[in-house]
């Protein structure tokens, strides 16, 4: 039943997660493009209005390379996962450092 389930997700055909092959650095660029070409779409026309084209387009190229930058992921990512324990137990609040930065 579910246990089967959730071993095939984690261990498909008995093989724990394995890595996928490095990418070219045209795929890499490809990839990028294709992010920054998705993060210009989902920006809302009135903040675009409201903002200017250029200047809302000058802050996504400038998100969009924040975003690259593997440190400043791994520390989104951290504080992402604290803001979700932090949901779940509340009591860790004075546990975590740096909990105050995340209100």
Same mark, same amino acid.
């Given at each position: 039943?579910?246990?089967?389930?959730?071993?095939?997700?984690?261990?498909?055909? !008995?093989?724990?997660?394995?890595?996928?092959?490095?990418?070219?650095? +045209? +795929?890499?660029?490809?990839?990028?493009?294709?992010?920054?070409?998705?993060?210009?779409?989902?920006?809302?026309?009135?903040?675009?209005?409201?903002? !200017?084209? +250029?200047?809302?387009?000058? !802050?996504?190229?400038?998100?969009?390379?924040?975003?690259?930058?593997?440190?400043?992921?791994?520390?989104?990512?951290?504080?992402?996962?604290?803001?979700?324990?932090?949901?779940?137990?509340?009591?860790?609040?004075?546990?975590?450092? !740096?909990?105050?930065?995340?209100?």
């Amino acid at each position: 039943g579910w246990i089967k389930f959730g071993r095939d997700i984690i261990w498909p055909e !008995g093989a724990f997660f394995e890595p996928s092959p490095d990418i070219t650095k +045209e +795929e890499q660029e490809a990839q990028a493009a294709e992010a920054l070409k998705l993060l210009m779409a989902a920006f809302p026309e009135q903040m675009r209005t409201l903002l !200017g084209q +250029e200047i809302a387009r000058d !802050g996504l190229v400038v998100f969009h390379e924040m975003l690259q930058n593997r440190v400043v992921l791994r520390s989104m990512s951290y504080m992402l996962m604290d803001e979700v324990w932090l949901s779940i137990f509340p009591d860790l609040r004075d546990c975590v450092t !740096g909990a105050d930065a995340l209100e």
